[in-house]
């Protein structure tokens, strides 16, 4: 009767860990709308456009550590319900940045959104990871990838149908913003800007209410610090986190993957545009790759343990990643578009099979090793900076041979990487 009732709570606490992936995904993925939104908006150039990203990403950089000394003090559920609330601090922070059009209000509000997942993410992921057999827990994150990439496919169409609402008619816009005067000009970027408002006061609200809930909520605790005897054995005499060269390996491999997740996400549609289609049907875009990603979670749901195991899944998905990202820069047009919507599929499998080789065997180093890859989500701060640069520098195409790289070390990883220094 324990054992069913155990289930059970396992169960509800995975509904509800999986409600906040959806909303991770939902707020993570809107990127790909703001990035080309505010660049009109805000008379910006590619690169400066790419610090949505940087502001965004940067935040896990810094508040990873104090996310774990938070969650350390309050415990998992009510971390889970102060990250909620300081997302929809953030949120509201885009009210007077579209009042007064100005940038840098729109980085403070994405900066605090993002700190505010730093603190979900760094207790939702090991949660997940833990509340299970350690052989399954790809799957189970896959579980949980598919609630974020179905919000991640949602947000973004229906923020773009807010602020892309007539999209033929910002194209026109923007053809025309170079020849009127400046109090013209200053008067339609107002309103441009305004159009994202009303979207992100509902969101405020919804994050708001979600907070409270999850503080009601029945969410179990669970014992992070908690070592089997093997674990044990085999972390005699670590006195430190960094003394675990598969976390190390991991956390490096994990900056790399969110940075090639997030330029082939939050690029698409600029990509789009400049080759040639309309912000009426580039807007979609991101949603296609979130699509592709989706897809693969459902296989890797059907085929982890049973038929594929982590650190195949995430050989394979290294593989594709360098024959897509050499195939998008090689072809054009169309052709190239759809490439850089195919890393979907390259890069669905990557987080959930990083995160349990690099956290596997780390007993009392648990939390403080996941705040290290939770830290790792910086990737998405800085790579997409260096694409920007390289679009400057060679051309929006060229700029993703930055894939190639990032996509080799993950296969070394999931090769070698993720074996080094452990002993069981």
């Known amino acids: 009767m324990s054992q069913d009732l155990e289930k059970r709570n396992d169960s509800r606490a995975i509904y509800i860990i999986g409600a906040l992936f959806f909303i991770f995904g939902s707020v993570t993925w809107l990127n790909s709308v703001l990035i ?24 896990y950089f810094v508040m990873a550590i104090p996310s ?36 840098s209000y729109f980085l403070l509000g994405l900066f605090v959104q993002g700190t505010g997942l730093a603190l979900l993410q760094t207790a939702s992921n090991p949660y997940i990871t833990i509340l299970g057999p350690a052989e399954s827990a790809a799957k189970r994150i896959s579980v949980m990838g598919i609630c974020n990439k179905v919000g991640g496919i949602i947000a ?18 923007v053809g025309q913003l170079n020849s009127m005067s400046v109090q013209e000009k200053a008067a339609e970027l107002n309103a441009l800007a305004a159009r994202v408002i009303n979207p992100y ?66 690029t698409i549609i600029s990509y789009g545009v400049e080759n040639g289609f309309s912000l009426e049907d580039a807007k979609f875009f991101a949603s296609f790759t979130l699509g592709a990603m989706l897809l ?15 650190d195949v899944a995430l050989k394979l998905s290294a593989i594709l990643g360098v024959l897509f990202s050499v195939a998008a820069i090689l072809t054009s047009g169309y052709t190239s578009v759809l490439f850089i919507a195919l890393l979907g599929l390259a890069n669905s499998l990557m987080w959930p099979a990083i995160w349990p080789l690099a956290i596997a065997g780390l007993g009392r180093f648990t ?52 074996k080094a220094g452990r002993k069981i």
């Not at 660049?39 to 610090?51: D, G, N, V, W």
């Not at 973004?156 to 609402?165: D, H, K, N, T």
């Not at 693969?296 to 982590?310: E, H, T």
């Not at 890859?373 to 998405?380: N, V």
Request: charged letters at 15%.
């Open 156 to 173: 973004p169409i229906v923020l773009g149908f807010f602020i892309f609402s007539d999209a033929n008619e910002l194209d026109a816009l």
């Open 36 to 59: 080309p939104y505010l660049k009109i908006a805000c008379e910006l150039t590619t690169f400066e456009s790419y610090f949505v990203t940087f502001a965004f990403y940067i935040s």
């Open 201 to 266: 006061i509902f969101m405020a609200v919804a994050l708001g209410i979600l907070a409270v809930l999850v503080l009601w909520s029945s969410l179990p605790e669970v014992d992070t610090d908690q070592e089997d005897e093997t674990i044990a054995m085999a972390n005699t005499g670590k006195t430190s986190v960094l003394q675990f060269p598969h976390l190390l390996l991991g956390v490096l491999a994990l900056f790399l993957y969110v940075g090639v997740e997030v330029i082939a996400v939050d």
């Open 367 to 418: 939390k403080i090793g996941s705040s290290l890859l939770i830290m790792g989500i910086a990737g998405g701060a800085i790579l997409p900076l260096v694409y920007g640069r390289l679009s400057e520098v060679t051309d929006t195409q060229h700029g993703y041979w930055i894939l190639v790289p990032c996509y080799l070390f993950i296969w070394y990883y999931a090769t070698k990487g993720h």
């Open 296 to 310: 693969v979670y459902v296989i890797g749901i059907i085929s982890i343990p049973k038929y594929l195991k982590q």
């Open 68 to 103: 774990a000394w938070v969650l350390k003090a309050t415990g998992f559920k009510k971390g889970m319900a102060a990250g909620l609330a300081v997302m929809a601090l953030g949120a509201l922070i885009f009210i007077p940045a579209a009042l007064e059009r100005t940038y």
